[in-house]
C-alpha cells in the first residue's frame, strides 16, 4: 500500500503564516523576525497531526517565472499583485532549509506556477491509485475535483468544513467541477487579474452552464451582443484558467512513503540555529 498525498500550495501557506498570526515571532535578540519560517512549520506540522496522519506531504512553489507563459497570452495576468515584502522574501529561503531539515520533499520548478505542478502530480498520484488533498485556497483547484479521490484542504476554516470535494461544487456554484474554468472565464477571477465579461456574475455564468453546457455549446441568442464580440476574448481566458496536468517535473519525484511527524517549530529553529 502506498501512502495517500497532500500536496501544499507553498506560497499560499507562507502568506497564512506571515499574516495570520496575532504577535511577531522575533529571534531572542528580538533583531529577526522568524514569523514566517515558524508559522509555516506550525501550521503544517498541525495539518499533518490533523488531516494527513500516514500521508507523504509534498510542497510546491511558485518559480519566479512561473507565470510567464500566460502572461505571453495577457500582458495583464496577475499584473496588479504587488512585489513581495522584504521579509517575505528572505523566509522563503528559510522555509526550504527547515523543510530539508524535517524531511519533506519541496519544489520550485523552473518555468512553472505551483498551480500546474500539483496539478500534474495530482495526475501522477491518482494514476497509482493514491488518494490526494490539496493544502490551499486557491478555487482553481476545484476543476481538479472531477476525481472523487481527491480534495481541497482549507485548515483555517472550522473543522466541519475544511475539505471541498466534487460533490460540493454544483449546489455551491451551480455549475460542476469540470465547467470551472468556463466559469471563471465568465465571471472573472481577480485574483489573478482576469476581468471576465462586464454583466456576468456568478448566478449569470452558472445559468449560461446550466446542464453541463460548455462555453462552445451556450446557444448565440442566450448572449448580449457586447458579451458575444468578447467571446475569443473568453475563450482565451479559460485556457489561462485550465492547470496543466503535464507540466514538466523530474520522474519519480514521489516517494509514495509517508513522512515522519514533524517536530514542533520551535525545535526546528533551534536546530537551524534560527533563533
Not at 74 to 101: C, F, I, M, W
Request: hydrophobic share 45%; charged share 25%; net charge negative.
Amino acid at each position: 500500500m502506498t501512502a495517500p498525498l497532500l500536496l501544499v500550495d507553498g506560497h499560499y501557506l507562507l502568506y497564512r503564516a506571515w499574516h495570520g498570526f496575532a504577535a511577531r515571532i522575533m529571534s531572542r535578540d528580538s533583531a529577526i523576525d522568524r514569523t514566517g519560517v515558524f508559522g509555516f512549520i506550525a501550521l503544517l506540522r498541525k495539518a499533518q497531526a490533523q488531516h494527513a496522519d500516514g500521508f507523504e506531504i509534498f510542497v510546491v512553489f511558485d518559480s519566479e517565472d512561473g507565470s510567464q507563459a500566460r502572461a505571453r497570452q495577457d500582458s495583464g495576468y496577475k499584473a496588479q499583485r504587488p512585489a513581495p515584502e522584504t521579509g517575505l522574501v528572505e523566509s522563503l529561503a528559510l522555509v526550504k532549509n527547515a523543510l530539508d531539515h524535517v524531511g519533506v520533499q519541496w519544489i520550485e520548478q523552473d518555468g512553472c506556477e505551483a498551480d500546474d505542478v500539483i496539478a500534474t502530480l495530482t495526475t501522477i498520484a491518482r494514476s497509482e491509485d493514491r488518494a490526494v488533498d490539496i493544502m490551499t485556497t486557491d478555487k482553481d483547484y476545484i476543476q481538479l475535483l472531477v476525481d472523487p479521490d481527491v480534495r481541497l484542504l482549507n485548515t483555517a476554516l472550522a473543522q466541519g468544513r475544511r475539505y471541498t470535494a466534487d460533490e460540493h461544487i454544483l449546489p455551491r456554484y451551480g455549475v460542476l467541477a469540470e465547467q470551472w474554468p468556463d466559469f471563471r472565464a465568465l465571471m472573472g477571477d481577480p485574483a489573478d487579474n482576469i476581468s471576465g465579461v462586464r454583466g456576468i456574475g456568478a448566478k449569470t455564468a452558472a445559468r449560461l452552464l446550466i446542464d453541463g453546457r460548455r462555453l462552445e455549446s451556450i446557444p448565440i441568442e442566450e448572449l448580449r451582443p457586447a458579451w458575444a464580440a468578447l467571446w475569443p476574448e473568453v475563450l482565451r481566458w479559460r485556457e489561462m484558467i485550465r492547470l496543466d496536468t503535464k507540466a514538466a517535473v523530474p520522474n519519480n519525484i514521489l516517494t509514495t512513503v509517508p513522512s515522519t511527524s514533524l517536530k514542533p517549530a520551535a525545535h526546528v529553529l533551534e536546530a537551524l540555529d534560527l533563533w
